[in-house]
């Protein structure tokens, strides 16, 4: 019903037949144009990632959703979307949930072993509900793979698709090609001179192109409900405890769906500040840095840790602090070593201006103040040298590897978001890996091109590189990158109505649905 208010679909007209074979009815059926049944219909519009929302449905029900794709083949595929929730959790009495040109109709069913779908032109069946051991799908990754291990496991932990209950339901990267190339094509055929599911599984195949990370995990993924988005990154904390548990749970809601984070803590107060409180003064930075390195670490995301940035300005008072944080020794109560035990769930990366660059590179002194961007009798002050700083960020780096460095007057004089900084487009941070600046609510989606495949001849004296193909394929994944963005819409959509049907009170849901509306 949230859906049905959200958005209108117009019925469509057609409605693809095909049959079911199971063990209590072995006789074809066209799909019924009416509703059978007490359950009647629900007209929900839902997205490929609707799976999702229906299982959240009274059971019985189950979904298998069916879109309007040309090619009969995708609805068999579809069928593995079904898995062991008919056969375990439904066996014969279940109701079998469809979508038909994003129309949802609901009728009885019976037990489904198979699957056939006839759109007069070819006919296949597929098994519903197979599934494989971890052992055996390692063993088809490690043949894939020519026995590397680190990428089949790596395969196999992150990425290979599972259904509801956990169980593995690829074997290959091929078979996740299939997936993605499904989606993708389905994507395309909106557009003009689509490219075919046919011609984009090519590309990945041969590792051409490779989606990063969440789309891999993500696309044409029904049985997890996910960011197909890489990184986000989050506005800077307000400077009270409720702007900075407000980030907190923002940064959690986002590293459930998969994806990391990244968000500038110079708005807080540095420590020793009065406050309207019963604590009279502030903390500071590093007790929030490590509140927010907690919340990253404990939130799971199915085979791998979140993902978090934290950066500062390099004017901000209590830079040393942010500096060797994480290069702090503590000793450890079981077995007496000193080790580095604080914010260990995150990077750290100092925003460096071109007034603290030049400072260093004259030996001279610069301004630390507070707010940063104040120059002008800000509320703190203080002229430290710049040297010193800088020997203190060189030191710890080597030391810990962090902090990183971020060059921010240049990131901003070249960021094509900031000649939009006026109407809420200012770059505020970068995502966790740091090679992308984002502004508050965006969010970056990865594809790879492998420029190695276009190698012609390596390490021999007639070396050279595929600059026709090179240009063909750039082209061609730079059109997937912007079919991803479609996608990654209908996956936001998804989570809003999810979290829309929880039974939580609204003032409980509200940061997490505003976060997403947001994004």
């Not at 593995?168 to 499904?182: F, K, S």
């Not at 990131?411 to 900031?418: G, H, Q, Y």
Request: charged share 25%; net charge neutral; with cysteine.
């Amino acid at each position: 019903q949230h859906l049905a208010v959200r958005k209108k679909v117009r019925r469509s007209q057609a409605t693809p037949p095909f049959s079911f074979v199971g063990p209590s009815r072995a006789r074809s059926q066209e799909w019924p144009t009416t509703p059978v049944g007490p359950v009647g219909v629900r007209s929900l519009p839902l997205s490929p990632c609707g799976v999702k929302v229906a299982r959240y449905l009274p059971p019985p029900v189950i979904c298998l959703i069916v879109l309007p794709l040309e090619r009969a083949r995708f609805l068999a595929q579809l069928s593995k979307r079904v898995q062991q929730t008919t056969s375990h959790h439904h066996r014969g009495t279940g109701m079998l949930q469809a979508t038909l040109a994003n129309e949802v109709k609901v009728t009885n069913s019976a037990t489904l072993s198979t699957i056939t779908v006839d759109d007069g032109r070819k006919s296949e069946s597929v098994p519903v509900g197979k599934t494989f051991t971890h052992e055996a799908v390692l063993a088809f990754a490690l043949e894939y793979f020519n026995g590397d291990g680190l990428a089949a496991n790596t395969w196999v932990t992150k990425y290979a698709l599972r259904n509801a209950e956990g169980e593995l339901i690829e074997r290959t990267p091929r078979d996740m090609h299939r997936r993605l190339a499904r989606e993708f094509a389905r994507i395309e055929a909106k557009y003009s001179n689509p490219m075919s599911e046919d011609e984009i599984f090519n590309l990945f195949a041969d590792w051409s192109v490779v989606p990063q990370g969440s789309p891999m995990s993500g696309v044409g993924n029904p049985h997890k409900l996910q960011s197909v988005s890489n990184c986000f990154v989050i506005p800077s904390p307000e400077d009270s405890y409720g702007g900075i548990l407000r980030v907190d749970q923002q940064q959690a809601q986002i590293m459930k769906r998969r994806g990391g984070v990244g968000f500038d803590l110079s708005t807080i107060r540095p420590q020793g500040l009065p406050t309207a409180n019963a604590a009279h003064t502030t903390d500071g930075i590093g007790v929030f840095m490590e509140r927010f390195s907690r919340t990253c670490r404990e939130v799971a995301q199915g085979g791998r840790r979140g993902a978090l940035m934290l950066s500062c300005d390099v004017h901000y008072p209590e830079i040393l602090t942010f500096i060797r944080i994480k290069n702090e020794m503590t000793k450890c109560r079981s077995c007496g070593q000193e080790e580095r035990t604080k914010v260990t769930g995150a990077n750290v990366s100092v925003r460096l201006s071109d007034e603290f660059l030049n400072a260093v590179e004259k030996g001279e002194k610069y301004q630390l103040r507070w707010p940063c961007d104040v120059r002008e009798r800000p509320s703190v002050e203080a002229w430290v040298d710049a040297r010193q700083i800088w020997e203190e960020i060189i030191q710890n780096a080597r030391d810990s590897a962090e902090p990183g460095l971020l060059f921010w007057d240049n990131i901003l004089r070249e960021s094509p978001a900031d000649c939009y900084a006026d109407v809420g487009y200012k770059t505020t941070s970068t995502n966790p890996c740091a090679e992308l600046p984002l502004a508050p609510g965006d969010s970056c989606r990865l594809m790879v091109v492998n420029v190695s495949k276009f190698v012609l001849d390596a390490f021999t004296s007639q070396v050279d590189f595929a600059w026709g193909r090179f240009h063909e394929v750039v082209r061609k994944a730079q059109r997937l990158m912007d079919d991803l963005v479609d996608i990654e819409i209908e996956h936001v959509d998804c989570i809003l109505a999810k979290i829309e049907t929880d039974p939580e009170p609204e003032e409980v849901k509200r940061v997490e649905i505003d976060l997403w509306r947001s994004v």
